[in-house]
């Protein structure tokens, strides 16, 4: 596998457009962390408030700066509107595997479909461009939306990581770890999705 962190690499179809995340994108992303801080609810990683979104965003390209993170902010040009952030990150170029998570899209983008059109983009880059063997997934096992939309698009469940993070405000979650490979992504799974797509 083979990702280069100096490409602007500007993924887009006629629904999306997923280009690499920028410093300046926090007035873009601004609304959400001070509007909508449920957001959240199940992440790791806040973004709530401005400082939230403050240091979101420089840890986000922090991680691409130390080739660890490859961080993308999502325009839908249905509602000519930005609607949220995705990335790659636990990148293992050496092993040909990475996670796609931290995302997150604003509450008027669920369930229109803008998701399923970012997964796709996303997984067409690497499986098909980048060359990856296996995409892994995370979420609070909680978080049956986010696992339910991992599921519509031909995530596996390989797994619970039990007691394996903190939860916010206290405790801790159990994880639910889910995966894509790329011999599944080319026998079927990427043309069912694709379908998907034009269905919606």
Same mark, same amino acid.
């Given at each position: 596998?083979?990702?280069?962190?100096?490409?602007n690499?500007?993924?887009?179809?006629?629904?999306?457009?997923?280009?690499?995340?920028?410093?300046?994108?926090?007035?873009?992303?601004?609304?959400?962390a001070?509007?909508?801080?449920?957001l959240w609810?199940? @992440? #790791?990683v806040?973004?709530?408030?401005?400082q939230?979104?403050?240091d979101?965003? *420089?840890?986000?390209?922090?991680? &691409?700066q130390?080739k660890?993170?490859?961080?993308?902010?999502?325009?839908?040009?249905?509602s000519k509107?930005?609607a949220?952030?995705?990335r790659?990150?636990d990148?293992?170029?050496?092993?040909d595997t990475?996670?796609l998570g931290y995302?997150?899209y604003g509450?008027?983008f669920?369930?229109t479909?803008l998701?399923k059109?970012?997964?796709y983009?996303?997984? @067409? #880059?690497?499986?098909?461009?980048?060359?990856?063997?296996?995409?892994e997934f995370? *979420?609070?096992?909680?978080?049956? &939306?986010s696992?339910a939309?991992?599921?519509?698009?031909?995530?596996?469940?390989?797994?619970?990581?039990?007691?394996?993070?903190?939860?916010?405000p206290a405790?801790?979650r159990?994880s639910i770890?889910?995966s894509?490979?790329?011999?599944?992504?080319n026998?079927?799974?990427?043309?069912a999705?694709?379908?998907k797509?034009?269905?919606?």
């Open positions: 596998m083979y990702l280069d962190f100096k490409e690499y500007t993924l887009e179809n006629e629904r999306v457009l997923l280009r690499p995340l920028a410093e300046d994108d926090l007035d873009h992303l601004l609304p959400f001070l509007h909508e801080p449920d609810r199940f @992440s #790791l806040s973004a709530a408030g401005r939230g979104m403050q979101y965003i *420089a840890i986000a390209l922090l991680g &691409r130390m660890m993170e490859y961080p993308f902010i999502v325009y839908d040009k249905r509107a930005y949220g952030c995705t790659f990150y990148i293992l170029l050496d092993y990475l996670q995302t997150w509450s008027d669920h369930g479909g998701n059109n970012c997964k983009l996303l997984l @067409s #880059l690497a499986f098909d461009r980048l060359n990856c063997i296996r995409v995370r *979420a609070d096992n909680d978080n049956s &939306r696992i939309a991992m599921k519509s698009i031909g995530c596996k469940v390989d797994g619970i990581l039990r007691s394996n993070m903190p939860k916010s405790g801790r159990d770890i889910l894509i490979l790329q011999s599944e992504w026998n079927g799974l990427k043309v999705l694709a379908e797509i034009r269905a919606i």
